[in-house]
């Protein structure tokens, strides 16, 4: 074995080892701590949590951080013991951004599906010859489904470094990062990918030969915790760091140092100076951060996107996709985009003081669904169990449109074999690269109903407007 992929195995070996989640008795009182201190930690701060009964949950020596399970009680005696303590909080709660009650649908041969054609991708796969390759995207959210190899390639799957982070509620093994049955991974997954129908054709994805690194923080219960969030980002950031210090020997292809995206279509209503810390040092070491804004609506944008560092998505969709009389794919997104894309109530708006960066589709996209936990493969629809794929709605799915952007003007921005861009200067590319969108208001057929729906909105909807692919690639020189 490469000697650097040695040191990448070991690497998550110790961090698996040593971020121990530990399982919580219905009488135990403690709670997840997450714990910033002004100083390094040191071994005495372990001793000292451990004599007040506390546990070590995850440790973040870089960023002088600690989640501690401890008594609520306990909690100002913690703060008194460790000294120069700089933020404490208890973790919060972390959920998936996905909106409504899917509604079912039939694929038909369909390959291109209109989300991709409203933000030009085919003309970026066929004219520019762009599809995400050598860059990696890790997904953290609920994981995959144990037959994800029926919606996607193995190769695409970076299985060596897929891994999950449960709290102290839920096993530490492994493999949970396969065990999925929220179904939610597995179709924001599919956005970027694109996905096999019954094992006969594929359709297309926004960067389709990107690697994907499953990070499992949500558990099959359709939550996590913020400390989990954290622990899995502060994972892929060593990860890149240990790519980068080594020059590329740690993922494929080898001496090229490899782009790394963190996806999150996940997100709290609170924020966590813990999660926080530990995006700035993700980004300060060279990964790229995409997070969906929320479906909170007039309510604000959810954590972490709302973090202005992070590059913010909010949802559109397409006016012409549902009609009384056709269905979507019999009819292309026209050119001209005026008057074509809306604005759904449930895209969070940015409240004063926040930034929404860009849109993306995210209103009834078409994707691989499997509802309330039924996974089963895609082949059994054709056995008279229909189900398959659903119309999903929610910035969970507008988020990986836009990390799929990036993979694609990475993938042009290492043709030089060195990687020029950062997370400033792509946010920077990504906005001037826009659709203006500047009327308030669309009438759309909506198909749950089954009459027309209006839908309005402000500014404080938009962003900087709806992100163009081929815009993106062509604003990029280098």
């Known amino acids: 074995m490469n000697p650097f992929k040695l040191l990448g195995v070991l690497l998550i070996t110790l961090l698996i080892t040593t971020l121990t989640p530990t399982l919580l008795s219905s009488s135990d009182d403690r709670v997840l701590v997450e714990v910033l201190l002004n100083r390094s930690i040191s071994d005495d701060d372990l001793k000292l949590i451990s004599r007040l009964g506390g546990e070590v949950v995850y440790r973040f020596d870089e960023i002088r951080g600690l989640v501690v399970l401890i008594s609520e009680k306990l909690i100002n005696d913690l703060v008194k013991v460790l000294g120069n303590v700089r933020s404490v909080g208890k973790a919060g709660i972390v959920r998936p951004l996905s909106e409504e009650l899917p509604s079912s649908c039939e694929l038909h041969n369909t390959v291109l599906t209109w989300n991709l054609d409203l933000i030009n991708i085919p003309t970026v796969h066929e004219v520019y010859g762009l599809s995400g390759s050598g860059v990696y995207i890790a997904v953290l959210d609920t994981g995959l489904e144990p037959h994800w190899r029926n919606y996607f390639s193995e190769d695409s799957i970076v299985r060596e470094y897929a891994t999950a982070f449960l709290g102290p509620r839920a096993s530490t093994n492994r493999n949970a990062w396969e065990a999925d049955s929220v179904g939610h991974g597995m179709a924001v997954t599919a956005v ?93 070491v060279g990964v790229f951060i995409v997070a969906a804004a929320g479906n909170e609506g007039l309510k604000g944008m959810v954590y972490p996107a709302a973090y202005p560092e992070v590059i913010s998505v909010g949802a559109v969709g397409w006016v012409g996709q549902f009609s009384i009389d056709r269905w979507w794919r019999s009819a292309d997104v026209p050119e001209d985009l005026t008057y074509q894309v809306y604005v759904p109530d449930f895209s969070s708006r940015a409240l004063e003081g926040q930034e929404l960066d860009v849109l993306a589709p995210g209103a009834y996209i078409v994707l691989p669904y499997t509802l309330y936990g039924t996974a089963h493969p895609p082949l059994q629809a054709i056995k008279a169990i229909p189900r398959q794929y659903y119309y999903l709605s929610g910035t969970s799915f507008a988020a990986p449109h836009v990390s799929g952007i990036l993979a694609l003007i990475l993938q042009k921005d290492l043709i030089d074999r060195k990687l020029d861009l950062n997370q400033s200067t792509i946010e920077d590319l990504l906005k001037e690269s826009t659709f203006s969108i500047t009327w308030n208001e669309a009438t759309v057929y909506d198909i749950i109903t089954e009459g027309l729906i209006t839908y309005s909105w402000g500014d404080d909807a938009l962003g900087s407007g709806l992100v163009l692919a081929d815009k993106v690639i062509e604003a990029y020189t280098y």
């Open 192 to 284: 970027i990918l694109g996905f096999k129908v019954y094992d006969l054709y594929v359709v297309d994805g926004v960067a389709p030969e990107v690697k994907i690194i499953p990070v499992k923080v949500i558990g099959n219960q359709g939550w996590g915790w913020t400390s989990d969030l954290a622990a899995g980002i502060h994972y892929i950031a060593k990860l890149f760091y240990l790519e980068n210090l080594t020059g590329g020997k740690v993922l494929d292809p080898p001496d090229i140092v490899n782009p790394v995206i963190i996806s999150l279509s996940v997100g709290s209503l609170y924020p966590s100076d813990l999660v926080k810390a530990v995006i700035d040092y993700a980004l300060s």
